[in-house]
């Protein structure tokens, strides 16, 4: 069983920053972001798999970083030259280990006003 507690959403102006944080318990094979936007899908963001690897969307390369604190078991999603078209609510997900169940945060809203 792994749960999540994300932190950081809030309104920005375009080009701001701004930094989401995920704490996870439990044991996670990766950690990563997802974010919808009103009407549309769900689409990755960035995801970190334990190797280290990190695997962004094409939207959010160059502009996002995804990191870990292995002695929090935090994860940080740090937004960068933020545009409206980057407003979504923003969800956390994880896939546990063992097992690869997938678990969801409760999502932050991120708002980029122009």
């Known amino acids: 069983q792994v749960q999540l507690v994300e932190s950081g959403g809030g309104l920005v102006q375009a080009g701001g920053s701004l930094r989401l944080s995920c704490a996870a318990s439990?044991?996670?094979?990766?950690i990563g972001w997802y974010r919808q936007a009103p009407g549309k899908q769900r689409d990755l963001v960035a995801i970190?798999?334990?190797?280290?690897?990190?695997t962004y969307g094409d939207s959010v390369k160059g502009r996002f970083t995804i990191s870990r604190d292995n002695a929090k078991n935090t994860v940080y999603l740090q937004m960068n030259s933020l545009q409206p078209e980057d407003t979504a609510v923003y969800y956390c997900?994880?896939?546990?280990?063992?097992?690869?169940?997938?678990?969801w945060g409760q999502g932050t809203q991120v708002t980029v006003s122009s």
């Open positions: 997900r994880a896939v546990s280990t063992p097992g690869r169940a997938i678990y």
């Open positions: 970190l798999a334990n190797s280290g690897m990190a």
């Open positions: 439990g044991s996670t094979f990766s």
